[in-house]
């Protein structure tokens, strides 16, 4: 099943704008989003919320979409 973009602006209480914005940074790649991506947006916001800078955000996101975040 896929969620639009505001079904996961909604889900995870934040902004369309912000979910768009990380997508021009290149943390997400999707336009419908999948369980998955909506798993992955989550530890991005709150990792946001503890100070993480944007570049690292951008690095552990592709660490963790490799399958490397030592989950």
Same mark, same amino acid.
């Given at each position: 099943?896929?969620? #639009?973009?505001?079904? &996961?602006? *909604? +889900?995870? *209480? &934040?902004?369309?704008?912000?979910?768009?914005?990380? =997508? #021009?940074?290149?943390?997400?790649?999707?336009?419908?989003?999948?369980?998955? =991506? &909506? $798993? %992955?947006? $989550?530890?991005? %916001? =709150?990792? +946001?919320? @503890?100070?993480?800078? %944007? $570049? $690292?955000? #951008? @690095?552990?996101? +592709? %660490?963790? +979409? *490799?399958?490397?975040?030592? #989950?």
């Amino acid at each position: 099943m896929y969620l #639009k973009i505001s079904d &996961v602006a *909604n +889900k995870l *209480n &934040v902004t369309i704008h912000t979910i768009r914005y990380y =997508e #021009k940074l290149g943390l997400l790649h999707v336009r419908y989003f999948t369980e998955q =991506e &909506v $798993q %992955l947006l $989550q530890p991005i %916001l =709150e990792w +946001k919320e @503890l100070g993480f800078s %944007l $570049q $690292q955000l #951008k @690095l552990i996101a +592709k %660490l963790e +979409k *490799n399958g490397l975040g030592g #989950k």
